[in-house]
């Protein structure tokens, strides 16, 4: 049963260069259309993020048309290794094609809800709402918010509510969208989660954790 959830928030994210990326593309980066959740909880946890809470996205309204562009760029191929020094980038380098979106503008939806186990006892909901108002309005970040990848910088502020999205059309299928991922029992078997993304009238609903991850586990 999921604690006791705070207020939602409306926060606006946008930016000229963003890639949310597909990880079924191999050879090449390629973005989704919109935003996911993942990207989305990424850029409140920049604003705010503390192991006593843990954030929800309900909703990613699309402002701004879908754009796309596309460049290449050096990527190294090897992941990062623990305790390996000796790595050199430029033996190790390729480039690859990017297909990003251009001039993006969101609304995230979103709340907060504690941590059990996690919070202490000056900890409660209405004192990380006020926290994340605060840091929100003065544009404060624990790191610099962007837009699927560190270098892709997102310009972050609250959303007024006269903010409308580009698209009307009722339902129009985004198809599979990378959720999140589960860390099931203390992030022992991480894995991640897909759900079947919808864009109805401009506005990607997301839907409860809980219900993706049963749905998941429903498959065979």
Known sequence: MRAA???????????????????????ERVSYEVMTPSAARGVLE??????????????????????WTTFRRNEVNSRATVGKFDYAADEDRAQRNTVA????????????????GKAGP???????????????????????????????????????????PAESEPKRPLGLMFYDFDFGDGGAAVRPVFFEAYLEHGVLKVPPREQVIALEGSHP
């Open 5 to 27: 959830a705070s207020k939602r928030f409306r926060v606006r994210a946008g930016g000229p260069i963003a890639c949310f990326t597909r990880p079924e593309m191999k050879a």
């Open 101 to 116: 979106l251009s001039d993006v503008d969101y609304v995230i939806t979103a709340s907060l809800t504690m941590v059990p």
């Open 122 to 164: 000056e900890d409660n909901v209405r004192k990380f709402e006020e926290m994340f108002e605060r840091r929100l309005e003065k544009g404060q970040y624990f790191h610099a918010p962007y837009l699927g990848c560190r270098e892709f910088a997102a310009r972050v502020e609250p959303a007024p509510l006269d903010l409308h």
């Open 46 to 67: 920049a604003i705010l993020w503390k192991p006593a809470i843990r954030w929800h996205i309900h909703e990613i309204a699309v402002l701004a048309p879908v754009k």
